[in-house]
């Protein structure tokens, strides 16, 4: 299927996805997911109608080219070079903050594109100032130009009703009708005291932010429209969401620094409905 991520995603769903699909409703109008990341579960299910966001400008521009400017992407992508030194070159372009204000969107999007495919373990991070901090992956022959997957993924967004937006993700669902469903995959609570990745934006995602977004669920479901959540099984987010219907299942965790924390966790599926593929 070529219709798919182009991204490298901390605690992207393509492990969960025929676990996620069994409990999607079978009819609605309009897809929301305001945490959009790498999108797995987005373009897995192709929604003809969908509104799709995430906070990170950055990760919401290359969506936005991607679907115009396909063509122009591509080509600026084949002048990139798998290099330690342009690495880091090509990195620090956002430390000037005035300079980098002149690039066009399709460099930043292409400088996105091509950092997340050469960095270490294609972790999309930033630091507090927003601006990216992973090191050089050091890979033989990275796929920079996946120019079929983003000609598909552009002429999915092109021939769909799909509505791209950059914000806060309560912001996102204000035209919200009872009629359409929610996917939420925000950064997770954290599993461990050193498990704490929220950096892929410069706002984070404390516990705080997870309580708002327990909120928001609550107005969903007063509202009689649909939720999925997915998050970390962690008690915390257990006894939070203990008001729904929750399910444990295990994923493969395919993003760690170290290999040998890349096996099986558990992972927290929340809804406020039936299912009849589930209990």
């Known amino acids: 299927m070529l219709v798919r991520p182009f991204l490298k995603w901390a605690g992207g769903k393509s492990q969960l996805l025929n676990e996620i699909k069994k409990r999607v409703p079978d009819n609605f109008s309009t897809y929301y997911e305001p945490f959009l990341g790498g999108g797995a579960i987005f373009f897995f299910l192709q929604p003809n109608n969908a509104v799709i966001n995430d906070s990170s400008e950055e990760l919401m521009n290359v969506y936005s080219v991607v679907k115009y400017y396909p ?149 969903l479901h007063a509202k009689g429209v649909k939720f999925l959540l997915s998050n970390s099984a962690t008690e915390y987010m257990q006894d939070l969401y203990g008001d729904y219907r929750g399910e444990i299942i295990s994923a493969r965790r395919a993003i760690n620094s170290r290999g040998d924390k890349r096996g099986f966790v558990d992972e927290l599926l929340v809804r406020n409905y039936k299912c009849h593929n589930v209990y």
């Open 71 to 219: 063509e122009a992407l591509i080509e600026d992508l084949k002048q990139h070079v798998n290099a330690e030194g342009y690495f880091y070159e090509i990195r620090n372009r956002d430390r000037n903050a005035g300079e980098y204000k002149k690039l066009s969107s399709i460099k930043k999007a292409s400088r996105i594109i091509y950092l997340n495919k050469t960095c270490f373990n294609g972790l999309f991070r930033v630091n507090g100032s927003g601006q990216f901090n992973s090191p050089f992956g050091n890979y033989k022959n990275p796929n920079i130009v996946n120019a079929s997957v983003l000609r598909a993924v552009s002429n999915y967004l092109n021939n769909a009703n799909v509505r791209i937006c950059c914000g806060d993700f309560e912001d996102s669902l204000k035209h919200i009708k009872e009629t359409d469903f929610v996917y939420f995959d925000p950064p997770y609570d954290p599993a461990s005291g050193s498990a704490n990745f929220t950096a892929y934006d410069k706002g984070g995602f404390d516990k705080r932010q997870q309580v708002r977004l327990k909120k928001v669920c609550d107005w």
